[in-house]
């Protein structure tokens, strides 16, 4: 099965290209949304984060004390490597578990921090999705009704799309949907050539 790695930065449309491959029937992986479900689900990482974080880390009934934790890992770098390196790991082994489950020439793992947290090198090809900065900081914007200065602080999370690009087997550059959806298709039958 071949894996593939999907990103881009914050606004650059990286969910619309993964669903664009999901029209033309690849399945997708996404692993923000898992990560957020293992946390609350898998029994060794809910353990493994209390021992980290403290018993404040779940509310009374189980779910993530999202406010509690952003207030510890967000100014303590170290504490935020130290809960990524027990998150990545369990994504990593249920991304694994998923694939072998798939029936499909390849397979697509959509990941906000694929290149910063080393991941890209399990993929077999890694997609990098791309856009202007100011139509990046507008999607944004909009979407989540965000001010600049708010957006351009989580685009400072992530590393720029020139420290991103080298390390990538493709780019889509996404301004004009249409025009997505043609590199899409077309990006869709060079992968399916790289059949193992």
């Known amino acids: 099965m071949i894996s593939v790695g999907l990103t881009g930065g914050i606004g650059s449309g990286k969910t619309t290209v993964a669903r664009f ?5 690849i399945p997708i992986y996404f692993a923000d949304d898992r990560a957020k479900a293992l946390m609350v689900e898998d029994q060794e990482l809910i353990a493994s984060i209390k021992a ?3 018993d404040q880390a779940y509310t009374y009934d189980g779910r993530l004390n ?8 967000f100014n303590d770098a170290k504490l935020l490597e130290a809960l990524n390196a027990l998150v990545h790991p369990a994504v990593g082994k249920d991304f694994k ?4 489950a798939q029936q499909s020439p390849y397979v697509i793992k959509e990941a906000a921090i694929l290149f910063e947290n080393g ?3 399990h993929s077999d090809a890694n997609i990098l999705v791309t ?7 507008e999607r944004v914007m909009s979407r989540d ?3 600049e200065e708010a957006v351009r602080a989580r685009m400072q999370h992530q590393w720029p799309d020139e420290q991103k690009i080298p390390l990538a087997d493709y780019v889509i550059e996404n301004i004009d949907l249409e025009a997505t959806r043609k590199q899409v298709n077309s990006l869709h039958k060079q992968l399916i050539s790289l059949k193992k």
């Open 97 to 100: 578990q998923w694939a072998q």
């Open 119 to 121: 991941s890209y090198t």
């Open 21 to 25: 491959f999901e029209a033309i029937g």
């Open 145 to 147: 009704g965000a001010s």
């Open 52 to 54: 980290l974080l403290g």
């Open 131 to 137: 856009a202007p900065e100011s139509i990046r900081l």
């Open 66 to 73: 999202r406010a509690y934790i952003a207030s510890q890992v």
